[in-house]
Structure formats: structure tokens, C-alpha cells
């Protein structure tokens, strides 16, 4: 019944966007210096994102960085190639594109959250689980309780036994914070998300995309619990200490950072439905560097669930020197295991060993993006971008090496995890910054870029 009404509203939604735009083309035509004033002069349809980008950068006031954004916003008329994914004018632009990109910043703090949780080993303290929460412990015979229940884990048998119930109280809130924040997320996504709809601002290709992201949200609770559930049953070994199945966090982690990129994404497509182009030489030079970029970005993606299976192995601890793995380049063990397949991802030696290299390849790939874009004819703001991502590598390494030099202290390895998704935040900006333009912008470009 629900995705009957929904799909109902964002046809609707569709039909006012038509009639929409083909009034606001009728209006504008008559009124071209109104918006000249409001969007600051730049030329043809580059002018009108100046809005949109500013959103998003309004503390960054370089003039190359005030008219970067070519973004055709819904108040302006929806040229062929260009398909706005937001009706009713810039205001409406502007309320879904907070609204996204609140709910993007929701998620990576959601992240940086999860991080601290796992690193205090909090995680295992609820023994169980409700979709809709609840109260957490309010009287003393309340936490007596809890704390019995918690007793009964293989994690307080095997590691936290004569835990004093006040220590246990630091971990329990710990973890009820981490799942009472993701619930509120998802009450802080919905709510906007309805209220829009019913206002007819969100077009059906956007309802869809937003559906499903929220569907993948839902989903988080059910994957956080099924990988916390893991923990709560008897390792396989009387000497292993109790952990969660490095599989399944590295589930739970992937999906949150699928649900992040998704958000941006659409937050940025939202507010610049078009990319910085002010020229056909930009143009090209923007496709150069997305033949670099979108395959680096798997790279980086790839980097970072890698990275989840060293926390799901515990493999931080182990081999806490650099560049060395103890005495030796490559451990004796790296194949110890059957069959092969699992040592990649079970085998802490192998493990470890593989996020090393993928981390050297990610920050070597970044540096040759920079070098050879060096000389090419790029948007300054394509340009900005490669800066801060080879400055952010360059940080993700040198966290990730303090971090295991230091036997993974909470403060750093929280850092490193909340770096990861920094790098991959600015290869999303990157690669939407340089995708290519809709044809009705092309064909308005100049050869080259105008100097004033």
C-alpha cells in the first residue's frame, strides 16, 4: 500500500515539474535580467549554479571558486540534456539539498560512532535487540539486570570477567548511543522526506533513489544486529577471544558507506545538476582526469573494506611495526590457512599484509593523478580537488601508521576510520565535479575559457 502511494505522489510530482518548468521558460524569457542580478553575471547557462555551489562552499570565497558552478537550477528552463531532480524553484533546491546533506553528515558521524563503539569493545554489551529501541536501564535493579544478562556473554567470561558494573555502565551507553543515533537518523531522514513529497518538490527519479537509500538505512539495524549477534556465541577456540564475524562487520561497514556515497551523491546532484564547465577545453580536460578518477575511487572503496576486515580480525594488534612486519618484509604464515581463499580475509598475517599494500597502491595511484593532471587544462575546481585528495592520502597513511605503531589507541584508530571516509568524500566530489555536462550546456561553451 505504501509503495503504491508513494509511486502515485512522485508521478504527480513529475507532472508538476513539466508544467513546472514549461511556465517558468515563459516567464524567464521575459525577465532575463532578474536572475543576471540575483546569480551574480556569469554568462549563459553557467550562471545560474552559482546558488547551488555556494551551498556548499560559502565559506570559500576565491573568485574562481564563487562562479565554478554551472548547476541550471529548477527556476530556470530544464534545456534538453538536463533533467533537475527537484521541482519548484530554488528555495525547494535549497531546502532538499540541506536536508541531503544533513543526513550525509548524519551518516559519517553514525560512522566515527560505530568506530569509538568497537574500539572501547562495547559493542557486545546489549545482549539483544529491538527494531524500535528501548528505555535503557532507569533504576539500579534495572542495571543489576542488564548486567546479569551480560554476564552470560563469552566476551564478560573470556575478557571482561570481575567487571565492575560502573565500567559495564560506560560500555552499555556506548553502544545504546551508537543504535539510538540511527534510529534518530531515520526518523530525521523520513520526516523532511515526507513533508517534501507532499509538497510535490521531489521528482519520481529522485523518490526512487531516496526510497531505496532509506530502504538500505532500514536495513542497517537488522545487518548491525545480525554482525553483533555473532559476538554473543562461543568462539571456536577455548583460547580465541570473543569477536564478531569479520564478514559481517565488514557488511555492516560497506553498507554504511554505500548509504554515505549515495547521500552525497544526490546532495550534490541536487544543488548542481550540471558540472563547473566553462569551456570545451575544461571540458575535455575534466574527461581526462575521470578516467583516472573513477577507477582510483574503487581503489579507495576497495582500501577501505579491506580496512574493515583488519578491525573484524583484530589485526591492528599484530605486527605493530612499520615498514617491517616484525622481522620480516612478508610474514611466514601469509598461506597457512584451507582452503586458500580464507586467508585473505581471516588469516590476521594476510590480512594485515593486504591493507599495507592496498594503502601504498591507493596513495601511489593518487600521487600519479596529480602528476599527470599537472599541465592539463582543468577547472580550477577540479584542480582544488586533486590537492586536497593527495593531501588527504598522504594523512590516511600516516594516520594508519601511527595508529598500528601505537597498538591502536581509541583516539587515532577512531581518526583513521573517520579519514577513510574523508578520502572517499572527496573522490565523490571529485568524480561528480568532473562528469560530463548535459548537451544543452555543451553546445554554449566557448572553444576555450574567456579571460576577463
Not at 378 to 402: C, D, E, K, Y
Request: charged share 15%; hydrophobic share 45%; proline share 5%.
Amino acid at each position: 500500500m505504501f509503495g503504491r502511494q508513494l509511486v502515485s505522489i512522485l508521478r504527480r510530482n513529475k507532472l508538476q515539474n513539466c508544467f513546472f518548468n514549461e511556465s517558468s521558460s515563459r516567464v524567464l524569457s521575459k525577465r532575463p535580467r532578474l536572475f543576471s542580478s540575483e546569480l551574480g553575471g556569469s554568462s549563459g547557462a553557467q550562471r545560474n549554479a552559482l546558488y547551488g555551489f555556494k551551498s556548499l562552499i560559502k565559506d570559500f570565497h576565491k573568485p574562481w571558486l564563487r562562479n565554478m558552478s554551472t548547476t541550471a537550477t529548477a527556476t530556470v528552463e530544464n534545456k534538453e540534456g538536463l533533467k533537475l531532480l527537484v521541482t519548484a524553484g530554488a528555495r525547494a533546491q535549497k531546502m532538499v539539498g540541506i536536508w541531503l546533506f544533513g543526513s550525509a553528515a548524519w551518516v559519517f558521524s553514525m560512522v566515527v560512532l560505530g568506530g569509538v563503539t568497537r574500539l572501547t569493545r562495547s559493542g557486545l554489551s546489549m545482549t539483544d535487540w529491538k527494531f524500535t529501541g528501548n528505555l535503557p536501564p532507569l533504576s539500579d535493579e534495572d542495571w543489576l539486570a542488564e548486567f546479569e544478562k551480560y554476564k552470560q556473554s563469552p566476551e564478560y567470561k573470556r575478557v571482561n570477567k570481575g567487571m565492575s558494573i560502573e565500567d559495564f555502565k560506560f560500555i552499555y551507553w556506548m553502544e545504546y548511543a551508537h543504535r539510538m543515533w540511527g534510529r534518530a537518523l531515520g526518523i530525521m531522514f523520513a520526516l523532511p522526506f515526507s513533508y517534501f513529497l507532499h509538497k510535490g518538490y521531489i521528482t519520481l527519479r529522485l523518490g526512487l533513489r531516496l526510497s531505496a537509500l532509506f530502504g538500505l538505512g532500514a536495513g542497517q539495524g537488522l545487518i548491525g544486529w545480525w554482525m553483533v549477534k555473532s559476538g554473543l556465541e562461543e568462539p571456536a577456540s577455548e583460547y580465541a577471544q570473543p569477536r564478531v564475524s569479520p564478514y559481517r562487520l565488514t557488511a555492516h561497514l560497506t553498507s554504511a558507506f554505500v548509504i554515505y556515497c549515495g547521500l552525497l551523491w544526490t546532495a550534490l546532484s541536487v544543488v548542481m545538476p550540471e558540472p563547473p564547465a566553462e569551456s570545451v577545453a575544461w571540458v575535455r580536460g575534466a574527461a581526462k582526469v575521470k578516467r583516472l578518477a573513477l577507477p582510483i575511487s574503487i581503489l579507495v572503496g576497495i582500501t577501505a573494506v579491506s580496512g574493515a576486515f583488519v578491525a573484524g580480525n583484530d589485526a591492528g594488534h599484530a605486527y605493530n611495526t612499520f615498514p617491517k612486519m616484525g622481522d620480516n618484509w612478508i610474514p611466514n604464515d601469509i598461506f597457512s590457512m584451507e582452503p586458500f581463499i580464507r586467508n585473505f580475509f581471516e588469516n590476521t598475517s594476510t590480512v594485515q599484509l593486504d591493507h599495507r599494500i592496498l594503502a601504498t597502491t591507493t596513495l601511489m595511484s593518487i600521487g600519479i593523478l596529480w602528476w599527470s593532471t599537472r599541465k592539463l587544462d582543468i577547472h580550477p575546481a577540479v584542480r582544488f580537488l586533486i590537492g586536497n585528495t593527495i593531501g588527504m592520502a598522504a594523512l590516511q597513511v600516516t594516520l594508519g601508521i601511527s595508529t598500528l605503531l601505537s597498538y591502536v589507541p581509541v583516539s587515532l584508530g577512531t581518526a583513521h576510520q573517520a579519514g577513510a571516509l574523508t578520502l572517499l568524500t572527496l573522490m565523490v566530489l571529485l568524480n561528480h565535479t568532473v562528469r560530463r555536462p548535459s548537451m544543452s550546456l555543451l553546445k554554449s561553451l566557448p572553444p576555450v575559457t574567456r579571460t576577463p
